[in-house]
């Protein structure tokens, strides 16, 4: 079974940071592009950033983009997103999903395989 976790979530303080992990089981993600996303209550999913297969393109929202930052080990079989400067808008469950891509660059439509979402909540 094709699985993908997301862990790291939770309360942080604006301006403080996190980090998202998102790792892979019954597959692996070498030849996969990744996506991370987050929806807002109330809101429609937002694609946050993707990285190629290879992790050597990477492409960022504009509201994240010089505050958050994709990389991926796929010797762990993991995909990062480390974030920055947290502002309240950033709260939002945050998913990465996952697409067969081996190409150079970051392309993260079609996607296969989903996980099932970590809160991120910024608030003082």
């Known amino acids: 079974q094709l699985q993908l976790v997301e862990s790291g979530g939770g309360l942080v303080q604006p301006g403080g940071s996190l980090r998202l992990s998102c790792a892979a089981s019954g597959f692996t993600l070498d030849y996969y592009a990744i996506g991370w996303f987050r929806q807002a209550p109330g809101q429609g999913r937002e694609e946050v950033s993707c990285i190629s297969s290879s992790g050597g393109d990477t492409n960022y929202a504009d509201s994240v983009k010089g505050r958050f930052t994709v990389s991926r080990d796929n010797a762990k079989n993991t995909v990062y997103l480390q974030m920055n400067s947290l502002k309240p808008e950033d709260t939002a469950v945050y998913y990465c999903?996952?697409?067969?891509?081996?190409?150079?660059?970051?392309?993260?439509?079609?996607?296969?395989?989903w996980g099932q979402g970590t809160l991120v909540t910024v608030s003082s």
């Open positions: 999903a996952a697409v067969w891509m081996p190409t150079v660059q970051a392309m993260c439509g079609g996607l296969e395989v």
